[in-house]
């Protein structure tokens, strides 16, 4: 697991691709999300606080609901192929330029990429043949 700047972790990623072939078993898995640390000290006294406030559940809510609205979070990028994970943490003032340069790598590289297939969209489709046969 490594933790690379935005433009390496983009370079990496494009070798990534490049290692991966439609045959072959090994393939790159991307996942992004909202990057929220919190430590265990910090999660404690909200707990705290929420449990010694029980009576003004709702202003104490509110109160929460407006620290979250204000916050920029940051995003958090993974690659994984094999045994190899890279990571990026892609700050909010940042994202347009990574967003971009992520999107020309996937559509440079999306016949590398393996459609996921559907089970319930197979069943339909037998099921839609079925009906299909017995009115004919």
């Given at each position: 697991?490594?933790?690379?700047?935005?433009?390496?972790?983009?370079?990496?990623?494009?070798?990534?691709?490049?290692?991966?072939?439609?045959?072959?078993?090994?393939?790159?898995?991307?996942?992004?999300?909202?990057?929220?640390w919190?430590?265990?000290?910090?999660?404690?006294?909200?707990?705290?606080?929420?449990?010694?406030?029980?009576?003004?559940?709702?202003?104490?809510?509110?109160?929460?609901?407006?620290?979250?609205?204000?916050?920029?979070?940051?995003?958090?990028?993974?690659?994984?192929y094999?045994?190899?994970?890279?990571?990026t943490?892609?700050s909010?003032?940042?994202?347009d330029?990574?967003?971009?340069?992520?999107?020309?790598?996937?559509?440079?590289?999306?016949?590398?990429?393996?459609?996921?297939?559907?089970?319930?969209?197979?069943?339909?489709?037998k099921?839609?043949?079925?009906?299909?046969?017995?009115i004919?």
């Amino acid at each position: 697991m490594t933790f690379l700047d935005n433009d390496l972790f983009l370079t990496q990623l494009v070798k990534l691709f490049e290692k991966t072939k439609p045959t072959s078993k090994k393939k790159v898995y991307l996942t992004m999300k909202r990057y929220t640390w919190e430590s265990l000290k910090t999660k404690k006294e909200r707990k705290e606080t929420e449990k010694s406030n029980a009576s003004d559940k709702q202003s104490v809510k509110e109160e929460l609901q407006k620290e979250v609205d204000d916050k920029e979070y940051s995003c958090l990028v993974r690659a994984v192929y094999g045994n190899f994970k890279i990571i990026t943490l892609v700050s909010p003032s940042d994202t347009d330029k990574f967003i971009t340069g992520y999107s020309n790598i996937l559509k440079v590289h999306m016949d590398s990429m393996k459609k996921k297939e559907r089970k319930k969209e197979k069943l339909k489709a037998k099921k839609i043949q079925k009906v299909k046969a017995t009115i004919a």
